[in-house]
């Protein structure tokens, strides 16, 4: 059925890299849990817009993946007035891959663009690189 739309994919995405990152030693730790939260946010945004709870469906998602076996085939039925858990692949309910990948893909990619261009900001603020003998620096004019 065209309106159920499980969000499945983002869960599992988002349970396995909270794992990888509790066994990723230092800062990126940090950074590797805020990528997985990241994930949570189709979901959310898909459990408001139909008037469900996005806490109670994130618990409820969470919950049905810890099953390694069925976990991740575990979703969401959007159609549902509760938060039902359904199994995808029994429904046939499934994610078009180039769409997620690339969607993914160009969301990091901007991500990261943002985090290097802030990277300059801050250097430039701490000091960063003298401009060479003779010639004025932008920013102060």
């Not at 800062?27 to 849990?33: L, S």
């Not at 998602?61 to 575990?74: E, F, L, R, T």
């Not at 159609?79 to 499934?94: G, L, S, T």
Request: with cysteine; aromatic share 8%.
């Amino acid at each position: 059925s065209s309106g159920i739309n499980a969000e499945y994919g983002e869960i599992e995405l988002a349970k396995q890299l909270m794992t990888y990152g509790e066994q990723t030693p230092g800062m990126e730790q940090y950074a590797i849990k805020k990528f997985a939260e990241a994930f949570e946010v189709f979901p959310k945004i898909l459990a408001e817009n139909t008037g469900l709870k996005a806490n109670e469906v994130l618990a409820n998602m969470y919950n049905a993946h810890q099953d390694k076996v069925s976990g991740m085939n575990a979703g969401i039925n959007l159609e549902a007035d509760n938060c039902e858990i359904m199994d995808v692949v029994e429904r046939q309910v499934f994610d078009i891959f180039l769409t997620k990948h690339w969607g993914i893909k160009f969301a990091v990619n901007a991500a990261c663009t943002v985090l290097v261009v802030d990277q300059i900001i801050m250097a430039k603020q701490a000091g960063g690189p003298k401009p060479r003998k003779g010639q004025a620096d932008p920013d102060d004019e």
